[in-house]
């Protein structure tokens, strides 16, 4: 089998397991055990070192614990104290940090974070006992209760006891409360089996009931990949939210894209999460989806009246133009004192409408003049078989600031195919 060092991480395989020379294939804690390794320098081995299996441990600098302080201590415990903690049979210098009182009394058992001088790599449940920095003597031990903490807890804070009231809690409460921690981070099936101490068929069984109850949802089942369901309600409920203020800021648009949307709600929320949060609101008949838009069920675009009568005359502007339509810039001269962004929105509606069509950039043409020069056009290649640019100004009269983009439009429309410096029936 292949086997890991801890914390420095070297690899190897186990050739060999022998007790008092009798050679076994396993063995239990508490035997003196010889161990055979291929691929691991005997040097780099050290006293206090842990052999597991690889992936299964997480070195840490920092512990969440419970401490009982020795009734037999003669003094109260500082916060802060240097002391040595030994784990297994590793001494690493370190500082017990109180959570939740100034001094630790003789005979208390106290909420504790311990910050390690050194990484060490073990268990929710492991033992360790605590000797005094100088003189050395035993002032005490206690119980793992977080193998790996992200970050330095802050003390006397409300919720402290509730944290270390949850490290005791149930396999499978433990692992709710570990997934409702990470956030949108979540956490992997291999994560949860570190921070619970809870390994293979053991933990699926104590994850059986969390998940068909709801209460965690599996994001990504080829990476076996988690979330708590209270972060889930978090990030559906603030989406909710700014979708229903996209709709107030821009009254004229369908929908917030996607994207937007995402980067909106929480920045590098992953992609699979953020589709699972859409889907859940779909189902649940909060949101509607449409290719990359989003928006609240039931939503329509709802336009004022004095906003009616400005797109009624945007259009006509363009109708009457003809093929020689107004520029963007036009248009917002015209309108001078209503605000550009609601009149690009106004011609984003008439585009979505099917009434004005882009042909490039900030390029439009009416639609229905689009619909009769099409027609002109095809007459044209039916009778000609074929026209070049001169031809086709002088179908339209139009110089080539718009004649090339026509052309290239219907060449997009596929109504024609560019063959050399002409044009024919696709």
Known sequence: DEIELYPQGGRGRIRGIQIHGREVEEVEAGHRTAINIQGLDMDAIHRGEVLATPGCLRPSYMLDAEFTYLSSNKKNLKNRARVRVHLGTAEIMGRVVLLEQEEGAPGDVLNVQILLEEAAAVWPGDRYVVRSYSPVFTIGGGTILNPCVSRKRRRFRDENPQIFQAYRAAADELAIFH?????????????????????????????????????????????????????????????????????????????????????????????????????????????????????????????????????????????????????????????????????????????????????????????????????????????DGEIDAQGFKGLTGLSRKFSIPLLEYFDRRKLTIRVGDKRVLR
């Open 179 to 383: 997934l409702n921690e990470s956030g949108i981070n979540g956490l992997t099936y291999n994560d949860l089996q570190i921070l619970t101490g809870v390994f293979g068929k053991r933990l699926s069984k104590v994850l059986r009931q969390p998940l068909s109850q709801r209460r965690i949802l599996l994001v990504d089942s080829e990476r076996q990949w988690y979330v708590g369901a209270r972060i889930m309600t978090v990030l559906e409920n603030n989406a909710i939210e700014i979708i229903k203020q996209f709709h107030q800021d821009n009254p004229l648009k369908e929908g917030v894209g996607k994207e937007e949307l995402r980067s909106r709600l929480q920045q590098g929320l992953e992609p699979k999460l953020f589709q699972l949060l859409l889907n859940n609101l779909t189902k649940a008949g909060n949101i509607e989806q449409e290719q990359s838009l989003v928006r609240l069920s039931g939503h329509e675009v709802a336009m004022a009246a004095d906003v009616s009568g400005i797109q009624r005359e945007i259009e006509e502007m363009f109708r009457v133009a003809k093929l020689n339509p107004p520029t963007t810039k036009e248009v917002m001269a015209h309108f001078k004192g209503q605000p550009e962004k609601l009149l690009r929105e106004i011609i984003e509606t008439l585009i979505r409408d099917d009434r004005l069509q882009r042909i490039s950039g900030n390029l439009y043409f009416h639609r229905q003049c689009l619909t009769d020069l099409e027609e002109r056009l095809r007459a044209v290649l039916e009778r």
